[in-house]
Each structure stands twice: as structure tokens, then as C-alpha cells.
């Protein structure tokens, strides 16, 4: 951003977290620096941010096709809208010439995310995916560690998170919990897919062999659950084994009864890497008996993404995680919906002692809640350590797994 006279900032999304994303860019601005042009939200007349926008006079449209088919630019499209925006708001930005931050998931669907590298080199400009932790220098040191083969060949990896949810969190919005919105888009919301994103993306994120790069997935088996009456899953196990031969165990809920996690694992041939398990910092212990602590990935400003947008769009700085990054995550939630069974399939656990259990709007299952945390010690899934109610999922292969359903992309001119 040097020597700039002032950089456009254009924000679609002001409800759920874009509020707090508004609050961020409209501390960044000053003289001659960051200027919030717009923002694209056809609800936010009805929304908290409602009385600041018009206090700040800021314009705000009902599309980012409505922004930018007026003759306005943005340097910066910031993307904090509903997953089925993502990736028609990525591609409208980009093909303004505009450079974008978009929230996680980049898109549903991992076609989409490959018509959005696509269109992100036609236009020559960059595109960022807000997975905070991939910003934080507590990962970023941690991964160039690894990368480096400080503790040797990465083997085994694990993380766990349990986030307690209610019935408003699932009514919050209307595809809350949904595979696809009113409006028949892809959404494939599950705990893999939003709240708990970040950490199924940081193992891939850590073991990528570039800093901008995650592990590709190469096989997949996963199991869905639900204890909420929706059409997707409120609970996901899986285990992702990558090209690399590196498995990867991924365990989420938000049907249980407290917060666990997040916590992640990870066994080298000369050492291990944890957090979370009684710790609140990233520590590796080598082959010698060495402790590095790396700090917490909390550490940081979860905002810290946003001024690294700012940097890389300005041309001062790198882009540590984008599409090519992000892509491991969607390719493995769209996985994950193939391998549940009866396509995708979900297993929903009746009420009962090893059941459903309910309390001021909140469902939970405690059987559910040990087999996670036992599968999780144990290195398994829930179906093999002999939980009667679980439910094997089958294979995947993701080798050349490019478009969602079924895998390979339809025969042109089809569907």
C-alpha cells in the first residue's frame, strides 16, 4: 500500500461475523489509508450494523453485481456472506479486477473452488481464504519447522473440538444444519464445514510441502451423526489419509454436553507435536528430548487475516493461505458427505440413556461425546472401537475427485 492516497475496502456480509469484520475495517481506516466504499447486504436494513452504516454514511447495496456494474472499484473485497455466496461473490470481485478475502469456506463444493483458481489467474489478482489460524505466527512457525524436518516424516495427525450448540444456533438463519439453501445451492453445512473448519484445515494446512500449500487428500472414510432434528449432521468423525501417506483423524460435535478442545496431535518419526491436551501452546518434544513451544495459535488477532489482505493486495506481503490451501478442506468435506452412508447419510441417534438428551434448548448425547473423545485417544474412528450405534462409512477415493456429487465432473453440456 505504499504511497497509496487511499485503499477501497468493499465488505458483502455485515450480519453474523461480517458485523465484527465491519468493526475491524472501519478501525483500519485513516488519512490516506483504508475507506470501507460499500457494503453488499440485502438484509442490512434489519441488522445490528444498521444504525452504524447509516451514521457512517456508507452505501450499501443488495448485490456485488449491483457495486460493481455501477462503475465503482474495490481494491479489497472482503467476504463475510452466507457459504452459498462465496463463490459467486469471489468470482464477481475478481472479474472487477478486485483482489478478495473471503471467509471460510472458499465455496461448498470443490468445482467451484477450481473455477475460482481459474479466475483468480485470469484476473492476475490474489485471493485469500480467512482460516485464521493459517495467519497466526504460532502455525506459521510450527509448519516451517516441519517443513524443514526438524522432527522428520510426519505419520499420524488427529484434532477434536466440541462446541456446544442450541436450537437458535440451528434456527439463526434458513440453511442452518442444510445441504442445500432455498434456493437449491450447495451449503453442506456440518460441523466440518463451519464452526470447526479451521481445525479439519489446519492438520492439511501444517503438512502442506509449501508455505501457501495444504496436503492433498487421497482417501477418505467418514461418519455423520445427528442428535438435532436437521437434514445434514451436527456431529463428524472422518480419517483422510493424504497423497503423502499421512493419516489424518478429524472428530467435531456440537450435540454434547461441554466444550472440549480444540486439540490437535501430530506424530513425527523423531518427535510429536500437541495442543490442547492440558496445554494451552503448540509444543514439540524431538527425538532428544527437546520441548519448542510455539505459542497458541490464539495468540493472534484473529484479524490478523485481514491485514494480511491488506498487505498482499497492496503487493506487500505473501499470500500464505489461499485457494490452492483451502482446496484440501473442501475436497474433504465433500468427501465426507460421499462416504456417510446412504448418500450422504446420517446416523441420528434416538432418545434414550445412550441417546438424545434435551435441556433449555439444547440437545446433546453423552454416549456420543465418549466415543469421540475415546476414538480420538485410541487413533480410531467411532464404528471401530465397538460403539453399537455407529456407522461405518464407506471409502473414498479424492485422487481425481473434481466435482460434487459423484466425484468426476458431469459430460459436457449435462447438469
Request: aromatic share 2%.
Given at each position: 500500500m505504499t504511497n497509496r492516497r487511499r485503499f477501497d475496502v468493499l465488505l458483502c456480509g455485515v450480519g453474523g461475523y461480517g458485523f465484527y469484520y465491519l468493526e475491524q475495517i472501519l478501525k483500519s481506516r485513516g488519512p490516506g489509508d483504508v475507506r470501507l466504499c460499500g457494503v453488499v447486504d440485502p438484509f442490512a436494513e434489519k441488522g445490528p450494523s444498521r444504525e452504524r452504516l447509516r451514521a457512517e454514511r456508507i452505501p450499501v447495496f443488495s448485490s456485488s453485481e449491483d457495486f460493481f456494474t455501477g462503475g465503482r472499484s474495490a481494491d479489497l473485497t472482503v467476504i463475510a456472506s452466507p457459504i452459498a455466496d462465496h463463490a459467486a461473490q469471489t468470482m464477481t470481485?475478481?472479474?472487477?479486477?478486485?483482489?478478495?478475502?473471503?471467509?471460510?469456506?472458499?465455496?461448498?463444493?470443490?468445482?467451484?473452488?477450481?473455477?475460482l483458481i481459474r479466475a483468480r489467474d485470469a484476473a492476475g489478482r490474489r485471493l485469500l481464504v480467512g482460516f485464521q489460524w493459517s495467519f497466526s505466527r504460532s502455525v506459521q512457525r510450527l509448519k516451517a519447522d516441519i517443513r524443514r524436518g526438524r522432527l522428520g516424516r510426519p505419520l499420524r495427525a488427529r484434532t477434536l473440538c466440541f462446541w456446544p450448540r442450541d436450537t437458535e444456533y440451528y434456527r439463526r438463519n434458513d440453511w442452518a444444519g442444510r445441504l442445500r439453501d432455498p434456493r437449491g445451492r450447495w451449503v453442506l453445512d456440518s460441523p466440518a464445514q463451519n464452526a470447526m473448519a479451521h481445525f479439519l484445515h489446519n492438520l492439511l494446512y501444517l503438512l502442506g510441502d509449501q508455505t501457501e500449500t495444504s496436503a492433498v487428500p487421497a482417501r477418505l472414510e467418514a461418519e455423520l451423526y445427528r442428535i438435532y432434528?436437521?437434514?445434514?449432521?451436527?456431529?463428524?468423525?472422518?480419517?483422510?489419509?493424504?497423497?503423502?501417506?499421512?493419516?489424518?483423524?478429524?472428530?467435531?460435535?456440537?450435540?454434547?454436553?461441554?466444550?472440549?478442545?480444540?486439540m490437535f496431535a501430530i506424530d513425527f518419526e523423531e518427535g510429536r507435536v500437541v495442543f490442547g491436551e492440558g496445554e494451552d501452546t503448540v509444543t514439540a518434544l524431538d527425538a532428544a528430548g527437546r520441548r519448542t513451544d510455539y505459542g497458541s495459535p490464539e495468540d493472534d488477532d484473529q484479524f490478523r487475516k485481514l491485514h494480511a489482505a491488506l498487505a498482499a493486495a497492496g503487493g506487500d506481503g505473501?499470500?500464505?493461505?489461499?485457494?490452492?490451501?483451502?482446496?484440501?478442506?473442501?475436497?474433504?468435506?465433500?468427501?465426507?458427505?460421499?462416504?456417510?452412508?446412504?448418500?450422504?447419510?446420517?446416523?441420528?441417534?434416538?432418545?434414550?440413556?445412550?441417546?438424545?438428551?434435551?435441556?433449555?434448548?439444547?440437545?446433546?448425547?453423552?454416549a456420543l461425546a465418549d466415543a469421540m473423545s475415546s476414538a480420538y485417544r485410541e487413533g480410531r474412528l467411532p464404528s471401530e472401537i465397538g460403539v453399537a450405534w455407529a456407522e461405518k462409512g464407506r471409502p473414498v477415493d479424492l485422487t481425481e475427485y473434481a466435482h460434487f456429487p459423484g466425484g468426476r465432473p458431469p459430460p459436457q453440456g449435462k447438469g
Open positions: 470481485a475478481l472479474q472487477a479486477g478486485s483482489h478478495v478475502l473471503c471467509e471460510k469456506p472458499l465455496a461448498a463444493v470443490v468445482q467451484d473452488v477450481d473455477e432434528p436437521l437434514e445434514n449432521a451436527d456431529s463428524a468423525a472422518c480419517r483422510v489419509i493424504t497423497a503423502g501417506g499421512v493419516e489424518c483423524l478429524f472428530y467435531a460435535s456440537h450435540a454434547v454436553p461441554s466444550d472440549v478442545g480444540p505473501p499470500v500464505v493461505c489461499g485457494p490452492e490451501a483451502a482446496r484440501s478442506h473442501t475436497l474433504c468435506v465433500n468427501g465426507i458427505q460421499e462416504s456417510a452412508a446412504a448418500g450422504p447419510g446420517v446416523l441420528e441417534l434416538r432418545p434414550g440413556p445412550a441417546g438424545r438428551q434435551t435441556a433449555e434448548g439444547r440437545m446433546w448425547s453423552e
